[in-house]
């Protein structure tokens, strides 16, 4: 069983996000995990400007994702920053090129998921994944989201990300804000949660 975990990050808090799914993952019997980046489309001057060539740093060894791993995974888990209620341009980018995989059916039947970050507690985490779950749909993926079986999305002694619809953290306006232990571990429990989902399907 196969589990791809794709993503976009900028400032590291998608990242330390899908490295916590990956963890979940991996918790799944006879499961094999593999994370990948999705091409950047902004120039290192933009991103110097931006302040995030240091940060990127952290994950400059991750594999850059190609449309052709989809095919060859059972579930794939995507995590994205929120732009203004939707998945980043990249992860956008990367998706409209998987025409070729739509046009032959070729995701349909698997599992995929998806895990966010946002600037602000309701700075559209669950417009996000929402929204990124139309485009899983028209490609036939089995959706699965973050079930309230991880209790720590109803907790109301601090803020947090996580919905039934995936994780997700709250990075703050400056970003300085890092994933809190609960909403790692709601991205753990969401990637342990499609391994075994997977499992049952390809089982």
């Not at 996580?162 to 969401?190: M, V």
Request: net charge negative.
């Amino acid at each position: 069983m196969k589990i791809l975990v794709v993503f976009y990050s900028t400032y590291g808090h998608v990242y330390k996000m899908a490295q916590a799914v990956v963890e979940g993952a991996k918790k799944g019997q006879g499961t094999d995990v593999d994370i990948r980046q999705v091409p950047e489309t902004l120039s290192d001057e933009v991103l110097e400007k931006m302040g995030a060539t240091e940060a990127k740093k952290a994950f400059s060894h991750v594999p850059v994702c190609t449309v052709e791993e989809l095919e060859k995974a059972d579930a794939v888990i995507f995590g994205t920053p929120t732009r203004f209620g939707n998945m980043c341009g990249q992860m956008r980018q990367f998706l409209d090129a998987t025409g070729q995989l739509w046009a032959n059916g070729s995701l349909i039947g698997k599992v995929g998921s998806v895990f966010v970050s946002s600037a602000t507690q309701h700075g559209g985490q669950e417009s996000t994944i929402l929204s990124f779950h139309t485009t899983l749909l028209h490609h036939g993926f089995v959706v699965v989201g973050l079930p309230y079986s991880f209790q720590g999305q109803t907790r109301i002694d601090e803020i947090t990300g996580g919905s039934p619809y995936g994780a997700s953290t709250i990075a703050g306006g400056d970003g300085a804000r890092q994933p809190s232990e609960t909403e790692l571990e709601g991205a753990r429990f969401q990637g342990r949660h499609v391994a075994q989902i997977t499992a049952k399907l390809v089982g």
